[in-house]
């Protein structure tokens, strides 16, 4: 029979019949895997532990054909605090989701995979960072791992050279930084500073941040990578 064994973390799932949940689960070598868990909602399943959102670890999954069902699972982590801070789980649900959209059957997504545990890592366990400031940060690194890094030293449009350490105005359909000639009214206006936040954050990846320039970017951000996939979890909304 044959099956796959694979690290993963459930990304959503639905209730399905009576007794049983459909999940999507992130894996790094099979990307978005589709799978029943049969019986998982049963008193005293063993399967229910590793059939709740967020829910880390190595699954075993019978295929056959493109219907996979889950068959064991050994638990790594099940970011547990997050379920005690309603924000930092909307901001972890809000990167769950958008992992969910962008990720495709059998194609690997190794960097997707080890971003979403680094913010669900951070969110549930580190109490120094900001949720707000590191899901901005998270937006940033997804949009690189999905292959739209924003273009922050030349002009989005025309190529130019931008100067270093100024100001200057992000145009979200161009996907990055454009010069003055080429800024019009639909660009976004950004400081050095947030400017410096990007290009460091895109430089040290995913870390425990105080609030700083990225909160404020998260609007920007949101709309950037929400426009590349072209979905809006309905979580963003409760986002600010
Ligand atoms: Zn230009």
């Not at 660009?187 to 941040?209: C, E, H, R």
Request: hydrophobic share 35%; proline share 6%; net charge neutral.
């Amino acid at each position: 029979m044959p099956s796959i064994t694979t690290e993963g973390v459930v990304l959503r799932y639905a209730n399905y019949r009576e007794h049983d949940r459909m999940l999507t689960v992130i894996s790094p070598e099979y990307g978005r895997i589709d799978a029943l868990s049969r019986g998982c909602r049963r008193p005293k399943s063993p399967l229910m532990p590793a059939s709740e959102l967020f829910v880390s670890g190595e699954f075993v999954f019978y295929q056959s054909h493109d219907h996979f069902t889950l068959t064991s699972c050994t638990l790594r982590d099940t970011f547990y605090p997050l379920r005690l801070e309603p924000y930092r789980l909307t901001c972890a649900s809000y990167q769950a989701a958008l992992c969910a959209a962008a990720v495709q059957p059998s194609q690997e997504a190794e960097g997707l995979y080890r971003l979403l545990l680094r913010g669900l890592y951070l969110l549930a366990y580190d109490d120094r960072g900001d949720a707000l400031e590191m899901t901005s940060a998270f937006l940033l690194l997804f949009a690189d791992q999905i292959g739209y890094r924003p273009r922050l030293t030349r002009c989005a449009h025309c190529r130019v050279p931008l100067p270093t350490q100024s100001s200057g105005r992000f145009d979200i359909e161009a996907g990055g930084l454009c010069c003055e000639g080429c800024s019009s009214r639909s660009t976004y206006p950004l400081s050095a500073a947030q400017i410096q936040w990007m290009a460091a954050t895109l430089k040290d990846g995913l870390s425990a941040k105080e609030k700083s320039e990225g909160a404020a970017l998260f609007e920007l951000l949101r709309r950037y990578v929400e426009s590349r996939i072209e979905f809006s979890p309905k979580v963003s909304k409760l986002l600010p």
